[in-house]
């Protein structure tokens, strides 16, 4: 992947610097990597769900951790486990070691991971607070009917 000139962004969109630096990092993390393979999927609006292919781990071989907005999913085989004695003409399996990062975006945090059939299930729900929840605005009166004078006094009040 060829790097991306990000500085037009930095130049014309002002707050967005995070968002551009979201970009550069995402493009530095995953590079050409493509082991293990993965799904992500939009479940509803605030749900969602990553499932990676991991056929040959165990939940043991497994960890899945996050800090500060970075879902990080490593997958470790034991270096002693060799086929266990067996002998392949052909090993298409991949089970080497893998490290995957997904960057969260702000209020989404994991509810749980599941491994089933080879299938990792991470699934992530977006929990907004009750301040950045739309709300509705009733249209009436205001709470300040007349605008208060200082210094002057009102057209009625001088004749």
Request: proline share 3%; aromatic share 6%; hydrophobic share 40%.
């Amino acid at each position: 992947m060829s790097n991306i000139d990000l500085t037009p962004l930095y130049r014309t969109m002002v707050g967005f610097d995070r968002m551009a630096n979201m970009i550069d990092q995402a493009a530095r993390l995953d590079g050409s990597q493509g082991y293990p393979p993965y799904n992500i999927e939009r479940v509803d609006d605030n749900a969602f769900s990553i499932e990676i292919a991991v056929a040959g781990f165990t939940e043991d071989d497994l960890d899945i951790e996050t800090k500060e907005g970075l879902l990080t999913v490593a997958g470790k085989k034991a270096e002693t486990e060799d086929g266990n004695g067996r002998n392949f003409l052909h090993r298409g399996i991949a089970q080497r070691s893998f490290i995957r990062r997904f960057q969260l975006a702000d209020h989404v945090i994991v509810t749980g991971a599941a491994l089933d059939h080879g299938v990792l299930r991470i699934d992530l729900i977006r929990e907004l607070p009750e301040e950045k929840k739309a709300r509705k605005i009733e249209i009436g009166a205001s709470a300040q009917t007349e605008p208060k004078l200082i210094g002057k006094k009102k057209a009625s009040d001088a004749a």
